[in-house]
């Protein structure tokens, strides 16, 4: 069982910074791929960013490649996005999730299992 909880969400004007942490519960975290995902209001929750069990690949969707980064530190169990050049397109609520049981990084949302609450960001222009 692993438990996640975001922080790290706020109000920040277009081409800001923000810097979002995940910090996870349970013995499984550090063999476990992690993965940051989105929703903005009234659409569906997509894929931002994932990371494999020991920090050397990770992913990124195309509309926040070279602007975010995500990075891990297993001795600590968490999981950050560092997120620059911040857009009003990147208004949403943002999700940290564990995939069970793969240490390998996946952009489809159906392959983790656990999720946190979610903390939200919003970008103003």
């Known amino acids: 069982q692993v438990q996640l909880v975001e922080s790290g969400g706020g109000l920040r004007q277009a081409g800001g910074s923000l810097r979002l942490s995940c910090a996870a519960s349970?013995?499984?975290?550090?063999?476990?791929?992690m993965g940051w995902f989105r929703q903005a209001p009234g659409k569906e929750r997509e894929f931002v960013a994932a990371?494999?069990?020991?920090?050397?690949?990770?992913n990124y969707a195309d509309s926040v490649k070279g602007r975010f980064t995500i990075s891990r530190d297993n001795a600590k169990n968490t999981v950050h996005l560092q997120m620059n050049s911040l857009k009003p397109e990147d208004t949403a609520v943002y999700y940290c999730a564990a995939r069970r049981y793969s240490g390998g990084y996946s952009q489809f949302e159906r392959e983790y299992t656990y999720w946190g609450q979610g903390t939200q960001v919003t970008v103003s222009s």
């Open positions: 990371i494999n069990w020991n920090g050397v690949s990770t």
């Open positions: 349970g013995r499984t975290f550090s063999s476990a791929a």
